[in-house]
Each structure stands twice: as structure tokens, then as C-alpha cells.
């Protein structure tokens, strides 16, 4: 089913497989901002991109934003929401990028969420943000990297003891310590 769900995809312009690419590292739920800032478009651009997805059913709008967003200047806080049409849809398009490149999606998307977060007031999904930077963490080049997404990964998994979730607590916490000890790499 996978393999099948790739070369539907590769039929698609290359500018939405990209999107279908990217948006697949984001979650099977996504919005059209955090697509944009990971691409680096306008969210107008990046919705474009992803309509051949859209009208080939590979991607649902969860909201009528998304036909606002090919006004000709439309508000900059429009923000479509999507999801995958099947899981099996966003494996496919997850396997067209390579070990390297995957990791290096999720340390920018990891990044752009963790931006977003704090420009929001703290608003935002820690756990989704711990959960892409963690995918990327190969990315992390300094101390600095390492000891940020060490106390990220306790600060999640103190959230998910508060929230009795002990298994995704465990994991944040094994790999805040894992990160912990890259610093003996850097001699720190």
C-alpha cells in the first residue's frame, strides 16, 4: 500500500510532493504556517503548493480556511489546517525523504515550533515540539543545543508524570539524559 502511495505521489508536481514531504514530518495534523515557515514561503504559497494533494485526496482541509488563503492578499494570520487522508498516505510521503533529510526536517520544524511557542507566551504544544527536536537531535552541534534539549525533554516529561502518561514520561526523560551525556563529548 505504501509503495503505491509513493508513485501516486511522485505523480504529483514537485512542488507538492515537497509540501506532502514536509508536511508528513510535521504529524498527520498540520497547518499551513508552520508549513510555510519550513519552507519558507508565504502561507499563501505553501497552501497553493499543497492544492494538487488537496484535490487528489491525499491531504483533507479540516477547515474552510484553507480557500481563503488563494484571496489575492489574504490576512497573514490565516492559518488552513489539514490532515493526512490516511496514515498510510503520510508514510508514503515520509519514506520519499532520505535518513538525512528527515532528521534535518524535524530539527527545523522542532526549531520553528519552539519559536512559535515563544512568541506566544509559552502557548503551544511542548510535547510536539520535544517530540520533532528529539527526531532531530543529530542536528544539535554545541553544548548549548544539547543542554537546551536535555531541559526540554525533563520539562515534557514532567508535564506527562503530572498527566500520569509514565511511558511518554520515561522516554522524554531517558533522552534528556541521553542528551545530557553528549556533553562529554564537548568535554563539558
Known amino acids: 500500500v505504501v509503495a503505491l502511495m509513493t508513485g501516486n505521489i511522485q505523480k504529483l508536481a ?3 510532493q515537497e509540501k506532502l514531504k514536509l508536511a508528513a514530518c510535521i504529524g498527520s495534523r ?4 508552520t508549513l510555510a515557515l519550513a ?3 508565504s502561507p499563501r504559497d505553501a497552501a497553493v503548493d499543497l492544492w494538487p494533494a488537496v484535490t487528489e485526496g491525499f491531504v483533507i482541509p479540516l477547515d474552510e480556511t484553507y480557500t481563503l488563503l488563494t484571496v489575492a492578499e489574504p490576512e497573514a494570520s490565516l492559518n488552513a ?8 498516505i503520510q508514510q508514503a510521503a515520509y519514506s520519499l525523504l532520505t535518513e538525512e ?3 534535518a526536517v524535524h530539527w527545523q520544524i522542532g526549531q520553528i515550533m519552539r519559536a512559535a511557542i515563544q512568541a506566544n507566551g509559552g502557548e503551544g504544544d511542548p510535547f510536539a515540539v520535544a517530540n520533532q527536536l528529539n527526531l532531530g537531535q543529530a542536528e544539535a552541534r554545541s553544548p548549548v543545543e544539547w543542554r537546551s534539549l536535555a531541559r526540554l525533554n525533563l520539562q515534557a516529561g514532567q ?3 503530572a498527566g500520569s502518561a509514565y511511558q511518554p ?12 551525556a553528549r556533553l562529554d563529548d564537548f568535554g563539558v
Open 101 to 103: 533529510e528527515k532528521t
Open 159 to 161: 508535564m506527562a508524570i
Open 14 to 16: 514537485e512542488a507538492a
Open 39 to 41: 519552507v519558507e514561503q
Open 169 to 180: 514520561a520515561y522516554e522524554y526523560l531517558r533522552n534528556g539524559l541521553a542528551q545530557l
Open 81 to 88: 489546517r489539514y490532515k493526512f487522508a490516511h496514515d498510510r
Open 30 to 33: 498540520f497547518d499551513v504556517q
